[in-house]
């Protein structure tokens, strides 16, 4: 049976083939991997921070799927000269499927991890630094609940698996 082909917009298509800012950053100030629970899919995400936290550049490496390669991509893009507070409050998942011109339903996800392995780079700055800025929030954002870290990801995939495992027994 032939698969039918996802209805990807050619804006998703275009930076699936060609992506932008992707490869591992050898200078970079923070770094985030990310896993998606729906897919198992990861995501490691790059940024180089100057002294007035301004994102000066971004780059990821992604195992995921074409949308997460074109939305990794568009966020590698948007926030190049974005102050971190600026990203952390104007990326979105809902802004970056927009800015690609829509995903399928299914595969919301795949933005979701995006923007969620960015977030997850900005708070791990800050705790880095062993600061917390009043815009950051306490409890995880919806992206960053979506994208596990490695660990997490881990546990969730390996929970699931068990319970596959004793549904079949
Ligand atoms: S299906 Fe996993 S990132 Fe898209």
């Keep these: 049976m032939s698969r039918v082909p996802l209805p990807y917009t050619q804006k998703v298509l ?3 083939r060609n992506p932008k800012n992707l490869g591992k950053m050898e200078d970079a100030t923070v770094t985030a991997v990310a896993g998606n629970p729906a897919c198992g899919d990861m995501i490691t995400f790059y940024l180089k921070i100057n002294d007035q936290e301004i994102i000066e550049k971004a780059s990821f490496e992604s195992y995921g799927c074409a949308a997460n390669i074109a939305t990794a991509s568009i966020v590698t893009e948007m926030v190049q000269g974005m102050s ?3 990203a952390w409050k104007e990326m979105t998942w809902k802004k970056v499927t927009e800015e690609v011109g829509g ?3 299914v595969k919301f996800h795949c933005g979701v ?3 969620g392995a ?5 708070r791990k700055y800050f705790q ?7 815009w950051v929030p306490q409890e995880l954002s919806f992206e960053e609940k979506q994208a596990l870290e490695e660990e997490e990801l881990a ?3 390996a929970k699931r698996l068990n319970v596959a495992e004793e549904n079949q027994s």
Aim: no cysteine; glycine share 0%; hydrophobic share 50%.
């Design 14 to 16: 275009d930076l699936f």
């Design 103 to 105: 995903l399928p339903s």
């Design 118 to 122: 960015l977030k997850r780079a900005i």
């Design 128 to 134: 880095n630094k062993n600061v917390s800025p009043s």
């Design 155 to 157: 546990k969730t995939l």
């Design 113 to 115: 991890l995006a923007v």
């Design 84 to 86: 971190l507070e600026a």
